[in-house]
């Protein structure tokens, strides 16, 4: 009963929320004007910046970053142990994480695997276990597609091309952008072949692509339109007038803005710039 009761409560919340929240403050807002440099309860601060080397070997590249990290990725590790425990109390399934996964799973392509040794070394986690929380393997393709596009690629056909081919492990949207005039799109794909490529197209007036976590053909869920959201904002301004600027107001509107941004990158490949901003959403602000 008790269930039953607390769920017609929760039911009764989202009924009032979506007669409310979707297109009425405060839960969206006009499109936010010279948010930018960032500022204010909405900004929770800088990311820090850490530099990998790849010229050294792959066993060396993690050395500095994960001996500053390891007592905080111990911690991680020790409470994910803790809850295998409890769930399998012998112990037996850490075991065979600690000993095993790594000799079924084989070799990691590329410089990865003895990236990892190297992690593995510093932090005294076992391989295995290292392995596991990267994903064993499923969630972490998607992070060797990024990282040997970006560290191999020079140009955006060749780059757009194997984000569009290589097989995946996981469906994902890619997001790129290159230095040349018309040279942007958003990838939607599924692991064996790309659904859609939505490019820029000076033919029809599209001087940008937007991408909010849904599929392009499909509608967004009623109470989290980011598209519809970006978009009116991005039509009320111009192409010149784009900016890392500009791009922060609209990233910083209301519901584009919302409880579940992490943090907020500007990009601008052709300058080289790369910034990061954590962020947050005070309330009201709608998304759990
Ligand atoms: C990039 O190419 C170099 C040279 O072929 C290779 O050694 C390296 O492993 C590649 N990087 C990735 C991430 O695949
Ligand atoms: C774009 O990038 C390529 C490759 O790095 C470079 O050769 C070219 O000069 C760049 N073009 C512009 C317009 O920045
Ligand atoms: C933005 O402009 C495009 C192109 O004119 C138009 O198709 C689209 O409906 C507009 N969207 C919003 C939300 O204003």
Redesign the pocket.
């Known amino acids: 009963m008790l269930g039953r009761s607390l769920l017609n409560f929760v039911l009764l919340i989202v009924a009032v929320t979506c007669a409310t929240a979707q297109h009425v403050p405060p839960w969206t807002e006009d499109c936010r004007k010279s948010t930018y440099p960032p500022s204010g309860p909405t900004y929770r601060g800088p990311v820090p910046w850490y530099t990998i080397n790849l010229d050294l070997p792959p066993y060396k590249r993690w050395q500095e970053l994960i001996t500053e990290k390891a007592p905080a990725l111990k911690v991680i590790v020790n409470s994910m142990k803790d809850v295998v425990n409890a769930f399998v109390p012998s112990g037996k399934i850490m075991q065979i994480v600690d000993q095993k996964l790594p000799g079924l799973l084989g070799n990691f392509p590329g410089p990865y695997e003895e990236e990892m040794k190297g992690i593995s070394d510093i932090t005294g986690i076992p391989l295995g276990v290292i392995e596991w929380i990267l994903g064993k393997r499923d969630a972490m393709w998607i992070g060797f597609i990024s990282r040997s596009v970006l560290e191999n690629c020079?140009?955006y056909e060749e780059a757009k091309n194997i984000l569009t081919k290589s097989k995946l492990l996981a469906p994902a949207y890619f997001i790129l952008g290159g230095?040349?005039s018309g040279e942007g799109c958003v990838i939607t794909r599924d692991r064996r072949k790309s659904l859609d490529v939505y490019e820029l197209d000076s033919k029809q007036d599209r001087w940008y692509v937007v991408e909010t976590n849904y599929d392009r053909w499909k509608n967004p869920f009623f109470l989290d339109d980011r598209r519809n959201a970006a978009k009116m904002c991005l039509n009320h301004t111009t192409q010149e007038k784009i900016s890392l600027s500009t791009i922060y107001d609209v990233l910083s509107t209301k519901p584009v803005l919302n409880k579940l941004t992490v943090f907020t990158t500007l990009m601008d490949v052709?300058k080289g710039q790369f910034e990061t901003y954590l962020r947050d959403c005070p309330d009201p602000c709608i998304g759990w």
């Open positions: 020079t140009s230095n040349k052709t």
